[in-house]
Every structure is written in C-alpha cells, then in structure tokens.
C-alpha cells in the first residue's frame, strides 16, 4: 500500500545531520509528503510534513524536489534519543500507509 | 495529560477469549483510527471513524468490531481470539486544522494470544 521508497536502515555519528530519503515518484498533485518516527515501539510520533516547499521545525527540516518525486528529511544534529524507525508518507493524512521505514542509528 | 490513551496497556489471554480495548482521545479531535503493528513491525490501519461514524474498513476479520460511543472514545472489541492476532494495537485521532492535519497516537497496546 505504501507509496514510497525508503532505505532499510542508516547510521549517523552524534552531533552530525543525518539525511534520510525517501522516493514518492507517483505522488498526486494534492498529496503531502508526512514524516513520522517510532522510537522502540512507542506510539509514531508526527515530525514534519510538506506539500512543495521546504519545511522547517524545531524537530527537522524537510527537503522536497521540485517535481515533487523525492523528499529528504534532515535532523541537523543528530543525538542518540533520535534512533528510531523514520517513516516517509505519502497520501491524505487521515488514511496514512506506513512503508517499512528506515531505521536510524545513532551512534556515539 | 495524555492526548490519546490506550488501555490496557499489555493484555495476555487465552485463544478464544473475547477482549476489548478502549481509547480516549482529550484533544477534541473528530477522526480516530485504530492501527496494527505486527511482529514484523508493519504498521497497517485497520478502521477510522469520524464522529462516530466508520469511513475506513480494512479487510479485517469480523471478529474485529469497533465501537464509538461518542467522537473521543474509539473502542476495539475483538471476539475469539487466534494466535495471529498477537500484536500492537495502536489508537490514533487526528483533526484538520488548516494546513496542520497530523494524527496523534497513543502509546500502543500489547496483546499476547496464547
């Protein structure tokens, strides 16, 4: 169901920006892009979301391509309490298809 | 205070048993879901409700019933219970606000069948 492509898994020194991508290449003109993490089974937790501009938060920020058919989420400085499952969404929020995600480790 | 609540928070019960899981969401939200987080980690939703009335079914067993009381409450009732329904049950509500549409979730709720 997941319209998106996301790398399994990616490792990040502390303290750097860890970029994670995401392919979204049959996005709709209407869809955002949602970002979301799950920290050890814990609930999802919202980051950020976008529909064409870059989007920045006290959490991320959000890259998108200009055609709309990629999308990169930057956590500019990495701790250890950010390890999680990353999830990129694709589609109205309120029928979202999680992917697998990736799985960020953050390492000292 | 906790925006979406789940309880119980672990639950293990025998197959065929009946059990229920009640949500509770103080964010004023209209929209609530329930999702399914299985050993694989895949998350799939399985109903959203919009007050009080179903707009998103999965194909999910029947014995999988949800209920909603009124637009804060979203309860998952579960009857004869199989050894695959072993997994995390995650309620979620949500509220278009503008351009600030996100979904809230709760904590998750275990259940074992054994």
């Known amino acids: 169901d997941a319209k998106t492509t996301q790398p399994p898994s990616m490792d990040c020194a502390e303290g750097r920006a860890a970029n994670l991508p995401c392919n979204h290449s049959t996005i709709s003109g209407n869809e955002y892009v949602y970002w979301y993490r799950q920290i050890h089974s814990q609930g999802p937790q919202y980051i950020i979301h976008g529909l064409k501009n870059n989007e920045t938060n006290e959490m991320a920020s959000l890259i998108i391509t200009e055609d709309r058919k990629s999308s990169t989420l930057i956590l500019p400085h990495a701790t250890l309490r950010d390890t999680a499952v990353y999830y990129c969404?694709?589609?109205?929020?309120?029928?979202?298809?999680f992917g697998a995600g990736t799985r960020l480790t953050v390492k000292p | 205070d906790t925006a979406v609540s789940q309880t119980p928070k672990y639950l293990v019960t025998q197959m065929g048993n009946d059990k229920s899981i009640k949500c509770e969401q103080n964010l004023g939200h209209d929209t609530m879901y329930w999702y399914k987080q299985d050993s694989k980690k895949f998350l799939k939703i399985m109903f959203s409700?919009?007050?009080?009335?179903?707009?998103i079914n999965e194909t999910v067993p029947n014995r999988f019933s949800p209920k909603s009381p009124d637009k804060a409450h979203l309860n998952l009732h579960i009857n004869s219970l199989e050894l695959g329904d072993s997994a995390v049950y995650f309620c979620?509500?949500?509220?278009?606000?503008?351009?600030?549409?996100?979904?809230?979730f709760g904590e998750g709720s275990w259940l074992t069948v054994v």
């Open positions: 979620a509500s949500s509220q278009v606000l503008g351009a600030r549409n996100t979904i809230y």
């Open positions: 409700y919009n007050n009080k009335e179903l707009i």
């Open positions: 969404i694709v589609g109205p929020f309120d029928d979202m298809r």
